[in-house]
T-cell receptor, first 112, second 112 residues
Framework: AQRVTQPEKLLSVFKGAPVELKCNYSYSGSPELFWYVQYSRQRLQLLLRHISRESIKGFTADLNKGETSFHLKKPFAQEEDSAMYYCAIKGVGSGANSKLTFGKGITLSVRP | DTGVSQNPRHKITKRGQNVTFRCDPISEHNRLYWYRQTLGQGPEFLTYFQNEAQLEKSRLLSDRFSAERPKGSFSTLEIQRTEQGDSAMYLC??????????FGNGTRLTVT
């Protein structure tokens, strides 16, 4: 079974402070990890996926297979980063199903 | 907007009534997913179609729930004999192989 754990419900920081949103996963095969974001009154949208190795809106996330983690980081938070963030996992390979399993999410609040 | 479209946006119904929601995926996407989200939780997988075939159903999907995708394009999710516990946001997403899921705005169901 695939599972995602986001241990914190809320992170509140001041503008310009570093941000780390934690995500741990369990999966018996080879996973693909994602971060999705939901801004106020908007739909859930993809922020980044680990296979892309991109930095999106200043956010990065590195897959650590040893620690089974995929923490989301940004060195300097902006007020517009305030949103709900969800970590998600999917199996990879011909035998894996394509559904995404989500964590419970974390609210990031960036204060001016 | 050529994204995933869901109708209606809101539905209020009395306990015991049947409701039906519609999802129109992105046109070139052959995969379609239904999720349910309640307050404080991440999206929970309900069911998944590849073209017109329903390939997986969650144990969350009781006998009162049925989903169809008759021509491999739009999908409907019907809930029969609604209960107050069915109150939630119902999310639809679509994808093609290898692409991430794209979500709609959801249908918020309130059962009174």
């Amino acid at each position: 079974a695939q599972r995602v754990t986001q241990p914190e419900k809320l992170l509140s920081v001041f503008k310009g402070a570093p941000v780390e949103l934690k995500c741990n996963y369990s999966y018996s095969g080879s996973p693909e990890l994602f971060w999705y974001v939901q801004y106020s009154r908007q739909r859930l949208q993809l922020l980044l996926r680990h296979i892309s190795r991109e930095s999106i809106k200043g956010f990065t996330a590195d897959l650590n297979k040893g620690e089974t983690s995929f923490h989301l980081k940004k060195p300097f938070a902006q007020e517009e980063d305030s949103a709900m963030y969800y970590c998600a996992i999917k199996g990879v390979g011909s035998g894996a199903n394509s559904k995404l399993t989500f964590g419970k999410g974390i609210t990031l609040s960036v204060r001016p | 907007d050529t994204g995933v479209s869901q109708n209606p946006r809101h539905k209020i119904t009395k306990r015991g009534q049947n409701v039906t929601f519609r999802c129109d995926p992105i046109s070139e996407h052959n995969r379609l997913y239904w999720y349910r989200q309640t307050l404080g939780q991440g999206p929970e997988f309900l069911t998944y179609f590849q073209n017109e075939a329903q390939l997986e159903k969650s144990r969350l999907l009781s006998d009162r729930f049925s989903a169809e995708r008759p021509k491999g394009s739009f999908s409907t999710l019907e809930i029969q004999r609604t209960e107050q516990g069915d109150s939630a946001m119902y999310l639809c997403a679509s994808s093609s192989q290898g692409s991430p899921l794209h979500f709609g705005n959801g249908t918020r169901l309130t059962v009174t």
